[in-house]
Each structure stands twice: as structure tokens, then as C-alpha cells.
């Protein structure tokens, strides 16, 4: 029996969500805003991300000072890699990776962090090559060294090698224990991973990188990538690779990963309302024409609205974003480009 053909439709529950929607969604803060009153607007959303997300709660229940020790060195593509075990979070190390320019390279003495997305294999997805298939990140970080940055990534929370299996079977490369335990401790995932992103910063500040860093996240590393730049002023500048769009066009349109549904999200505002608080730091989006993950249409709304932000914080020369001819996927020369530009 075909039972969508014996559902009554006066029963359908989408009326409903959208009205949980529209009542419930923050409200649009920068647009209708005096120009006076710019920075008062944006604490006070800073301050609400805060109360909802709660890293900095989270950081003092569970962070301390950073300290570290190096696991091991390995070559990749003609690279070296240093690999270090960072300690700053209680009970949770994770690993990260400092990839240095080649030697003959045109140094340019920068240090770009990048985030990666949802991948089995982790980060080393991204740093090794592999036989099967290239995947999204289309080995950028390793492109970017190779043009002379220093790169500086790291293992998420719930990824590959920084992952559990001692409860939940079949956790291994998914978010689901990790989003499930911090949502019932009051918390998120997200938060986590920014704690973890600003502690990998602690640890580039004790290396001597310098304290001003360029931030690059792609699609679940993304959105990571879009708070730890709204919490944390060492991030110079920023880039948003295959995850921005409207919630509507994004997330609520198809089912996505767990850890993108942070409770009370919504009542911060639309996602690109959200993204605001960076401004007026550089930012710059990118999206394939083709993604299906985040459809272009959701990505161009959302550069549109930040670009009448810009403009209002008189520095519409520090928002940027393109389309290009592929999926969801990064995209090494407008990445290039946007370094070259704002760091």
C-alpha cells in the first residue's frame, strides 16, 4: 500500500514549522541601523551569539592554558609536515599540523589556518594524496604552502582520529555522539570546534606565528570557520568556502549534518544576519555554480545582504564573493587571490 496516497494532507506539519520559523527568527539588526550606532549593534548581537552558543562558557568549564608537544614529522607532496599533540581542552587532545612553504619557495612569512569539512579520513584526506577520489578540499592547504603560506590545520572534534567508539557504534567519521552529549550538557558541537580552533591559535601564538591569521573553512568546517572569526579579533581575515547561504535555502532545505542545528540558532537570525558580526573585517565567499549541498541561489542572497552591511560600515571594498564553475568544492586561485588581497 502507497500510504502518501491515503494521507490526509490537513495533517501535514509544514505549516507549522513555518510558523515556528517566522516567530521565532532574530531579528535583522544593520541595515535600518544609524551609522552612529554600528558598533553598539553589533555587541549587542555579539553578546546574544554568546548567550546562545556559549563558547566562552565553555572555555571556562573546560579550557586551560595550552600546552604541546610534537607527535611526529612526515613529507607529503614535497612538503614537511610537523604534527603536534595540542593540550588546552580537559580530558580532549587533538592533533594538529603546521605545513611549511618548500624550500626555494617566495616565503611570505603569513599564516592561513584552514578548517576542513565532514570526510572520513579526516583532515589527512586533505594533507595525503589518495588513490580512490579527490575530494572537496581539493588538497588546498597543501596548495597554499606550496605557495609560500605557512598552513596550520587541525582535527575537529568528531572526525577521523579525533573520535570515540567506545559508545556509540558506527560514530567513527560523523558528529552524531559528540552533537548528542554537548547538546545534553546545555552546549554544541560548534562550540566545541570553535574552542578548539581558538586553542589551535593559542598554540600558533606560542609558536611565534605572529597573532593575526587568515581563516579559511570549508563546507562543515565552514561554519566553524564563520564564529571562530566573530569570537576571536586574531582573525584577520576570513574566507567562507561551499557552506554559505540563507538558513531556508541551506540547511532547512535538505537534510544536513546534526552538528548544523545548534539549539536557539534561530533566534540569533537568518544566517547571513549572523555572519554580519564579523564585519568590517575582510571576508570573502565562494561557491560552485553546481553545489548541491548549498545551492547557489541560498549563497547569493546571502553575499547580497553583506554587501549592504559593508556598505553601511563604509568598507564595501572588504566584502567579496564569487561563483565559479564547479561544485562543492574549494577553489585554489580565488583563495590565492583573496590572500593576496587582504593579508
Keep these: 500500500m502507497d500510504l502518501e496516497l491515503i494521507y490526509d494532507k490537513k495533517y501535514d506539519t509544514g505549516a507549522f514549522l513555518d510558523h515556528v520559523y517566522e516567530t521565532c527568527i532574530g531579528k535583522e539588526r544593520f541595515l535600518n541601523c544609524p551609522p552612529e550606532q554600528m558598533e553598539t549593534a553589533r555587541e549587542e548581537l555579539l553578546e546574544n551569539i554568546e548567550n546562545v552558543l556559549k563558547v566562552r562558557q565553555l572555555e571556562g568549564l573546560f579550557g586551560h592554558s595550552v600546552s604541546y608537544s610534537k607527535d611526529e614529522t612526515f613529507e607529503t607532496f614535497g612538503l614537511q609536515v610537523d604534527k603536534y599533540c595540542v593540550d588546552g581542552i580537559d580530558q580532549l587532545l587533538f592533533p594538529a599540523y603546521v605545513i611549511q612553504p618548500p624550500e626555494g619557495a617566495e616565503k611570505k612569512d603569513k599564516t592561513v589556518v584552514y578548517i576542513n569539512g565532514h570526510d572520513v579520513a579526516g583532515i589527512m584526506s586533505a594533507l595525503i594524496e589518495r588513490t580512490d577520489k579527490q575530494r572537496f578540499h581539493r588538497y588546498l592547504p597543501i596548495e597554499l604552502a606550496k605557495a609560500g603560506y605557512r598552513v596550520v590545520t587541525l582535527e575537529l572534534a568528531g572526525f577521523a582520529e579525533c573520535d570515540f567508539t567506545h559508545r556509540v557504534k558506527g560514530a567513527r567519521g560523523n558528529c552524531f ?14 562550540a566545541l570546534r570553535v574552542m578548539q580552533v581558538r586553542k589551535l ?13 587568515a581563516v ?17 579579533e586574531r582573525v584577520a581575515t576570513m574566507c567562507l568556502n561551499s557552506c554559505t547561504s540563507t538558513y531556508y535555502d541551506g540547511i532547512l532545505s535538505r537534510q544536513h549534518c546534526v552538528d548544523n542545528y545548534d539549539a536557539g540558532i534561530l533566534t540569533l537570525g537568518d544566517m547571513p544576519w549572523v555572519c554580519a558580526a ?46 565559479f564553475p564547479g561544485g562543492h568544492e574549494a577553489n585554489f586561485n580565488l583563495v590565492s587571490r583573496w590572500l593576496e588581497l587582504y593579508f
Design 278 to 323: 564579523f564585519a568590517p573585517r575582510p571576508l570573502f565567499s565562494l561557491s560552485g555554480e553546481w553545489d548541491k549541498i548549498f545551492p547557489v541561489e541560498g549563497f547569493r542572497k546571502m553575499c547580497g545582504y553583506l554587501e549592504k552591511v559593508y556598505d553601511k560600515w563604509n568598507a564595501g571594498d572588504k566584502f567579496t564573493w564569487e561563483t
Design 201 to 213: 591559535m593559542d598554540f600558533m601564538d606560542q609558536m611565534g606565528f605572529g597573532g593575526r591569521y
Design 177 to 190: 555522539g559528540h552533537a548528542m552529549t554537548m547538546n545534553m550538557a546545555g552546549f554544541s558541537v560548534t
Design 216 to 232: 579559511h573553512g570549508i563546507s562543515g568546517g565552514g561554519l566553524v570557520c564563520m564564529y571562530t572569526g566573530i569570537y576571536d
